[in-house]
Antibody, heavy 118, light 107 residues
Framework: QVQLVQSGAEVKKPGASVKVSCKAS????????MYWVRQAPGQGLEWMGR????????NYAQKFQGRVTLTRDTSIRTAYIELNNLRSDDTAVYYC???????????WGQGTLVSVSS | DIQLTQSPSFLSASVGDTVTIPCRAS??????LAWYQQKPGKAPKLLIY???TLQSGVPSRFSGSGSGTEFTLTISSLQPEDFATYYC?????????FGQGTKVEIK
């Protein structure tokens, strides 16, 4: 079936980096933009960036410019988000999500909790 | 960026009630609006796209309406499993921003 499976929870110290993976299956990886959205505890959904898996072109939310990098490995149908210089307020669940045209995000990963604490 | 306003942030209702959740866009977005349901500890789930089209597998008690800047999600005959947080998202222009969410709680 169509699904996105993310890597497991991470615990990091302030200033460190984290890289989360999102493996796609059940559809043509290159056909859909991949987005990354995060959700801090008790908060709403925050868009971070998007990746065109076909071209590798990325766009980032201004808030994360310079700290976030989206990449992909098409040979294994996997997208990645790397966030650098972590702070305590980066503690959140990070989701990858597939964009279906102009309809919305129809497939989501299960989420990856990233905890940042000294 | 287009701003989406969901008010109220919390809504109390009882099983069997009809609930309406509004979403207002800061500028016209035609019908490029989606609604999501999120339960604690779970990823959001797409309920409605193109403002009023039900995603496959979503119960028919959910419906969406509106265009331009004013949109509504309606849940008819609220069921116990419908107590959750609901987000709207605009897909008219990049970035595809979200509203801040409306949590439907048990009265």
């Amino acid at each position: 079936q169509v699904q996105l499976v993310q890597s497991g929870a991470e615990v990091k110290k302030p200033g460190a980096s984290v890289k989360v993976s999102c493996k796609a299956s059940g559809y043509t990886f290159n056909d859909h933009y991949m987005y990354w959205v995060r959700q801090a505890p008790g908060q709403g959904l925050e868009w971070m960036g998007r990746l065109n898996p076909n071209s590798g072109v990325t766009n980032y939310a201004q808030k994360f410019q310079g700290r976030v990098t989206l990449t992909r490995d098409t040979s294994i149908r996997t997208a990645y988000i790397e966030l650098n210089n972590l702070r305590s307020d980066d503690t959140a669940v990070y989701y990858c999500a597939r964009l279906r045209g102009a309809d919305g995000f129809d497939i989501w990963g299960q989420g990856t909790l990233v905890s940042v604490s000294s | 960026d287009i701003q989406l306003t969901q008010s109220p942030s919390f809504l109390s209702a009882s099983v069997g009630d009809t609930v309406t959740i509004p979403c207002r866009a800061s500028q016209g977005i035609s019908s490029y609006l989606a609604w999501y349901q999120q339960k604690p500890g779970k990823a959001p789930k797409l309920l409605i796209y193109a403002a009023s089209t039900l995603q496959s597998g979503v119960p028919s008690r959910f419906s969406g309406s509106g265009s331009g800047t004013e949109f509504t999600l309606t849940i008819s005959s609220l069921q116990p499993e419908d107590f959750a947080t609901y987000y709207c998202q605009q897909l008219n222009s990049f970035p595809q921003t979200f509203g801040q969410g409306t949590k439907v709680e048990i009265k």
